[in-house]
């Protein structure tokens, strides 16, 4: 029996839970179109706002992907699954209101094939964000993901994007955009935090409808070879090893908040069993984003169609899944006693010869 895909964040009912996460991929009208043609929930199309510095930094941007040694590889679909991606990135081209337009058309054309195409937004200057929310509102666009949690505010030009780190200022922000506009509102919150499931509750209690966990981190990688950092600077990474991080917070915050409140998990998906394991310890949805921008448009297929054989082979529909990890897990403290256990995983010290 072919189990259901459906899945709902909060007013939103997806008709599979794969979101294609905003990247470079999907810059582009056709990027788009192909993740929706490979038949993704929703496509989060490519965050803009009003800065033009972040807009250039589009053109200084520079990828790279290493294997497990840090050594880099080249770019493709044959690089190796462990590895990691880094770079640095920028927003969008286009000016807001074409910006606007080429969404609120690929929107139309999401609706025929039961999906979204999502505008999102990143934080520059407030009352520009609420300006450009109400303008994505009147254009009939039906979700927006606000992104205030990207991992290069410390880095880019000064006010270029944010990376919001207080809970006081995150309601203060939600509540704004909640007051602005009445769509269902994704808030996309960053990683670099212990407060993760803080973040969360504050955006939760002032009106966001899902939460969008977690932005990707910042990191800094020196090349030996050449003493210099890779690609010049500090960088926004991810890899497959990111995966148990987007698990632990979406587990701990969905024991915090509660069922009721939606989560979608990104970063470290890269396959149809990893949103699995997502939704296992949470999310109601999961995005993928670097690993297509690697791999091509072809893998959100692969990944819904592996995703599907594993609803049927255990008689589980989407939905079900929800959160099912976090009802088995127990802290440390109720763990039973496994005495002197560490010793089977030291090991075994020998006297060195001639001592």
Known sequence: MTRSLATRIGRTALKNPLIAGSAEHLIDADGVRAALKAGAGAVVVKSTNEVQA????????????LDEHWRPVPWGPEAPRGATIACRSGL????????????????????ALDSYAV?????????HALAMARQV??????LLEFNIGTPYASQAAKGAVSTELLPERISHLVQAMREAI???LWIKVTGQSERVPELARAAFEAGADSLVMAGRLLGFLPDVETMEPFLGTSLGIGGFWNLPLTCHWLATSRLALGPER???????????????????????AVGIASPVMLRGFELLGRSLAEFQDYLDAKGIDAADLVGVAVSHRK???DMPLRQ????NYVPQARTIAGE
């Open 92 to 111: 969008h081209p286009l000016n807001f209101e074409p910006w606007l337009e080429q969404t609120a058309m690929l929107d139309r054309e999401a609706r």
């Open 137 to 142: 509102e009147q254009a009939g666009l039906r």
């Open 331 to 333: 802290t440390f403290a």
């Open 54 to 65: 972040a807009k250039d930094q589009l053109q200084r941007a520079e990828y790279m992907v």
């Open 182 to 184: 009445s769509l269902p």
């Open 119 to 127: 505008p999102s937004l990143i934080l520059g200057d407030l009352d």
């Open 262 to 284: 939606p989560l979608i998990g990104i970063n470290g998906a890269q396959s149809g069993l990893d949103i699995a394991r997502m939704m296992l310890a949470g999310a109601s």
């Open 340 to 343: 002197d256990n560490w010793r």
